[in-house]
């Protein structure tokens, strides 16, 4: 089994910072890439950042610039810092992992979700 434990969402106001935690455990053989995507009610999960391990990163236009995504390889943790925060980017924000399992099977994983609220 696989879990994803996330955390540091919140309520902020606009232009303030908000860091995101996102830890994988379980039974994970290596990790291919992780990520946070985020949804809002009556859209479809859009994509954040993603981070390929031990290579690239990936933004989506809207963030860039304003949020950095990075890792721990020692925690199989990935880190969304997100500075600048504007309203729009209220949503629910949900980590993403994509790994391989000790039983050799590759899946892609979702965490739990969690609440970021951006005031005016």
């Known amino acids: 089994q696989v879990q994803l434990v996330e955390s540091g969402g919140g309520l902020v106001q606009a232009g303030g910072s908000l860091r995101l935690s996102c830890a994988a455990s379980?039974?994970?053989?290596?990790?291919?890439?992780m990520g946070w995507y985020r949804q809002v009610p009556g859209k479809q999960r859009e994509l954040v950042a993603t981070i390929i391990w031990l290579r690239s990163t990936n933004y989506a236009d809207s963030v860039k610039g304003r949020f950095t995504i990075s890792r721990d390889n020692a925690k199989d943790t990935v880190y969304l810092q997100m500075n600048s925060l504007k309203p729009e980017d209220t949503a629910v924000y949900y980590c993403n992992l994509d790994a391989r399992t000790v039983n050799g099977d590759r899946g892609n994983y979702w965490g739990q979700g969690t609440q970021v609220t951006v005031s005016s």
């Open positions: 379980g039974s994970i053989a290596s990790i291919y890439a």
